[in-house]
Every structure is written in C-alpha cells, then in structure tokens.
C-alpha cells in the first residue's frame, strides 16, 4: 500500500492508502473522494477524473498516456501542465507520498 | 456451473409498459436471467452492468448481426471496439466537450430555450413533451451538430425513424423503410452542408470532422452525426420529461430545488430514477460466469442500467425520485470505452440551463393529474406525454 493525498479545491486534503497497481481514480472512489468522479470507470471516456499532479511528482508520474491528451481537452476545469486523468496514473511503489490536486468541477 | 434460468412470463410488452417491478424482483431473485421474449440474458445488478461494459475485450460492442446497420446504413461506432470505436469517437468528442458549451454554444442555447418558452401558450394545459421537451431537445442539436438546416420536426422523424430501424430485431420491412427514407433526407443535407463548413470552420460536430488533420473517411462523418441524431433527440427530452415530472409531484423537494438552486442534484436525480436509455446489449466473446452462471460464448447479455440505477446495494429506497438522496455512482451514462458520449452536454443543456429557465419563467407550473402521464419503453424510456398547467 502507498500513501495519496488529494487536495479538494477548498484546500481540504485527504490522505488515503492505495493498493499498488490500482489507479489514483480508483483510489479515490474505494475511499469515497467526491472530487474525483471517473464515471466511465477508467476507460478515458468521460474526463471526469481530472487532476493536477503535485509539481514535486511530476516527473516520479510520468508523461501523458496515448489519446489521454484529447481527453484532457474535454475537461471541465481549465487544463494546466500537470492536468492528467487520474484513471491513467497507476501507483508503484515510487508514488508513495503523491499529492494530486482535484479541480472544484468535474462536468 | 449451472446455466442461467430462463424467464417465459416477461413479455417485451410488460417491460415496455413498466419494467419496474419485474426488475425489482430480478434482482432479489434471479439477477441472471434468460428472457426468452427478449432472446438475451439480462443483467439487472449494479456490479454486473457495470463490469460487463468496462470489459470489453469478453463483452463487445460488435454485433454483426444488429439491425443498426441497415437502420444506419453503415456500421457505427456504438456498434465497434477498440481503436476504430476511439478514433471516430474521439474525431467528435471535442463538439461536445465543457469548454465549447460553455464558451461557444450556451448563449445561444439560452436564447433557444428562451424562444420556445415564448412560444408556449399561456391558456389551459400545455403538453410540455411535445411543445418543449422534444423540439428544444432537436433545436439544440442541430446547433451542436452543425446541420440547423433542417427543422426541428426532420430531426425528430429522423431520431425516431433511426432508432426504429435500430430496435428492428424482427427484421420486419416497414422500419427499415422509413430509416432508408431518413437516410435519403439527412445524406442529401449533409452533402449539401460539406462545402460550408470546409469554408467556414466553426465548433459543430460537423465542421470539427471534415476540417480535422486527420479526417475520419466522410461515409463515418456521415454516420456519427446520425449516431448523434438517434441518440441525441429522445434522451435529453425524456430526461427532461422525468425531471419535470418528479419535481411536479414531489413539491417539498421541488420548492427545496428552488431555494437551493441545485438543478444539477435534479437532473442526476431524473436521470437515475428513469434512466433514458435502459439497456444495452453485448456481445459474449469467451465463455465465461456472471454471480455464479455460467455465460456461453456467443450469448448476448443485455446490461439493465434502469435497474443498475435502483439497486438496494447502492440506493436506499432507489424505487422513488428523491433529489435529495446519499450520493451514488448511478449509470444511467453507461460506463466504460462507450460511456455517453453526450453526457456533458446534457448535463449543461437540460441541468444546467433549460431545467431553471423553465422553472424561473413558469414558477407556478403544476401538474394536475399525475395518473394522465403514460410512461413507455424498455430500452428507451420516459413519458410520452406531460400535461401541465403553466400558470
């Protein structure tokens, strides 16, 4: 299990534990997170999952996934440098510690 | 492994009528089931539904057999997996992303409705499907789809004709030819429509295809915005039926709706409740089990999400339209690589600004017999009719 930490929109920050190989949208949703949504269950489907990945875990979480770009473009909060869909970050033992922001809208 | 038992009392009929009860019992009882009527295997859990259709690689979407294809004269995207299915889904997907509502579309959605609101007689009942729900359901999308060209009454023979042609499971004659006739009408438009928005690039559906770097062959151009017109037109105006309908006879929660302004919570709440696409069906790819049945290769199951969306294991009392409810993941836009692909834009059209526009315009609007309003449907539901008093 590895530490994630959301931080809501209002600054409220939530620390959980997630299961290794399981995605920060999933994470989220077994933990009751409402800001994260993930309504297509992880399929990049419906950008309702959208985060902001801490400056610090950039790197450690990696670039965008293939196709996960367009999606990114149908969020409804603005799109920044460190917006992924959480349904694409996988955790490893490396992302122990990740912070992800959460956008005040999902759709 | 047993095999799932089979049902030969539900007729398509009964579940047309009200699918309800049966499924209430289903789910207690027999959650896998045959239906000999419906020649699939119905599906009626909330984990169920939703793990056949975020499993696509042993439940596709492919159906060769699918009357969706003479209906469509092509074979379409809802009826494809993987790659194919994302490319021609995703050369649309901007037209019905947030930022362009937002930015682009919702100041003329407001003066639409607005219009239609005008336009609605002010004297005795008025039939809210009909004279609003519907045409402003087709107006919008004709906008978002970049043919406005034609009426708002083509669009809806059209959605009909189409998903008549769709459902024709008995092969019958007499659907078929009213899609070929639609087909005819919307191929024509469209040729007539290419140059215009080759010359004249704008955010439409329409427009965003052809001008893409990569375009999609015009023949998939072609049938996404039909994709788009057969699924575009009956379930943002069921939804808004439903919605109506359940504010008008819950007055306590309608009047809470009001001082909260949470139309959003309203609209989840409807579209939970009568879920306006009920069912899907999938295709099994590899034998397979469901909750302790054995599923065959070749079988197709039929995932029933307006039972998924009142499952006891998620929704307390999920039979009643309660806006106020503990929040829960419901399905009424499906789930998985098909997931609605117009979900944000029903979200802000009908929640976000035709729910409160009508609501602020006709405050006093009332419902005065409840039992006149005939609800129809098994795999597209909601009311066909919404009698109301305006003022």
């Known amino acids: 299990m590895v530490k994630v930490t959301y931080i809501h929109a209002d600054g409220r920050e939530v620390t959980v534990e997630g299961r290794i190989g399981a995605s920060v949208m999933e994470t989220a949703r077994a933990n009751g997170i409402d800001g994260i949504v993930g309504e297509c269950g992880g399929a990049m489907a419906c950008a309702t999952c959208h985060c902001y990945v801490d400056a610090d875990w950039q790197a450690a979480t990696g670039p965008r996934n293939d196709g996960e770009d367009l999606m990114l473009d149908c969020t409804a909060a603005e799109l920044r440098d460190t917006s992924r869909l959480s349904c694409q970050i996988r955790l490893t033992p490396a992302l122990d510690g990740l912070r992800v922001e959460l956008p005040a809208e999902q759709h | 492994m047993p095999l799932a038992p089979v049902d030969r009392e539900t007729t398509i009929d009964t579940l047309t009528l009200d699918p309800y009860p049966i499924y209430r019992r289903m789910r207690s009882e027999t959650p896998v089931v045959r239906v000999e009527s419906v020649r699939r ?135 078929f030819e009213q899609s070929d006739r639609a087909n005819d009408e919307m191929d024509a438009l469209f040729d007539s429509l290419v140059a215009r928005h080759r010359a004249e690039p704008n955010p439409s559906a329409f427009s965003i295809m052809v001008n893409a770097d990569n375009p999609i062959p015009m023949s998939q151009v072609y049938a996404n915005i039909k994709i788009a017109i057969g699924g575009g037109i009956n379930e943002p105006r069921d939804a808004a039926a439903t919605i109506v309908y359940g504010l008008l006879t819950n007055p306590d929660q309608f009047d809470e709706v009001k001082r909260q302004d949470c139309w959003s919570d309203a609209f989840e709440e409807g579209v939970r409740w009568v879920a306006p696409i009920q069912a899907s069906s999938r295709l099994v790819m590899e034998d397979t089990e469901i909750r302790g049945i054995s599923i065959p290769k070749g079988d197709t199951v039929m995932t029933i999400q307006a039972s998924a969306n009142r499952d006891e294991e998620l929704f307390e009392d999920g039979e009643a339209f309660n806006v106020f409810r503990a929040k829960a993941p419901h399905q009424a836009f499906g789930s998985g690589p098909h997931h609605c692909a117009g979900a944000h834009v029903s979200r802000r059209t009908v929640g976000a600004i035709l729910m409160p526009m009508l609501f602020e315009r006709f405050p006093n609007m009332s419902l005065p017999d409840p039992d006149a309003v005939l609800w129809r449907g098994f795999g597209f539901r909601g009311p066909i009719n919404l009698p109301v008093r305006l003022a």
């Not at chain 2, 060769?64 to 092509?74: G, V, Y």
């Not at chain 2, 004709?142 to 083509?154: F, P, Q, R, T, Y």
């Not at chain 2, 042609?165 to 008995?170: E, L, Q, R, S």
């Open chain 2, 41 to 175: 295997t119905l599906l009626t859990k909330a984990a169920d539904t939703k793990y056949v259709k975020d499993t696509p690689a042993l439940f596709s979407s492919d159906d060769p057999e699918t009357p969706m294809k003479p209906a469509f004269r092509a074979h379409t995207l809802m009826r494809k997996d993987g790659k194919e299915h994302m490319a021609e889904r995703m050369a649309m997907a901007k037209a019905y992303s947030p930022k362009v509502i937002d930015a682009h579309w919702a100041p003329l959605y407001r003066q639409i409705v607005s219009d239609y609101l005008d336009r609605l007689p002010r004297e005795g009942m008025v039939d809210l499907y009909a004279d609003l729900c519907a045409p402003a359901a087709a107006r919008i999308l004709a906008h978002i789809l970049g043919v406005e060209e034609a009426s708002d009454a083509e669009m809806i023979r059209w959605s009909q004709a189409l998903i008549d042609g769709a459902g024709n499971f008995g092969w019958r004659p007499e659907p």
